[in-house]
């Protein structure tokens, strides 16, 4: 069993994540802990993409975090069946599904087989609190 942790902290008036039925839908997680952005900018075209891999990391471990805390004692998720990466990218930037990995990655070293997903990763202009990235999932459950 899992032990849960904390929810990531809202930063507006939504719930880390919600259910219905066997479907978790999270809200978008930038990576904050304690309820503190790790880091903050633009993803830069320039910059070695290792230098993002603990905020997209830390974004999916959000993300992670709220959908598990919709399980029952007895559940699990059997699937992630969908990942969103918001990347906020400098003009120019085309890395997108490389920043993305590193979040493919964290959940499949959490959820082993339940982690292929489809996978969306988009750029965007800005996110939230100057964010480097956005992380949301749709996760099944079963037991």
Do not use: W
Not at 6 to 32: C, E, H, L, S, W
Not at 74 to 87: A, F, G, H, N, Q
Not at 99 to 115: M, R, T
């Amino acid at each position: 069993m899992i032990e849960k942790k904390a929810n990531p902290i809202p930063q507006g008036k939504y719930v880390p994540a919600t259910r219905f039925g066997d479907v978790i839908v999270t809200a978008g997680m930038t990576p904050r802990k304690n309820g503190q952005l790790i880091q903050t900018g633009r993803v830069l075209k320039d910059a070695p993409l290792e230098d993002y891999k603990d905020a997209v990391r830390q974004a999916a471990e959000n993300a992670l975090t709220a959908a598990r805390n919709q399980l029952a004692e007895d559940e699990c998720i059997v699937r992630v069946l969908s990942m969103t990466v918001y990347v906020n990218a400098e003009d120019g930037f085309t890395s997108h599904a490389k920043i993305a990995d590193f979040a493919s990655d964290y959940l499949n070293e959490e959820l082993g087989d339940a982690s292929p997903m489809a996978r969306v990763s988009i750029g965007v202009a800005t996110l939230p609190g100057n964010a480097p990235v956005e992380i949301q999932l749709m996760c099944g459950v079963g037991r």
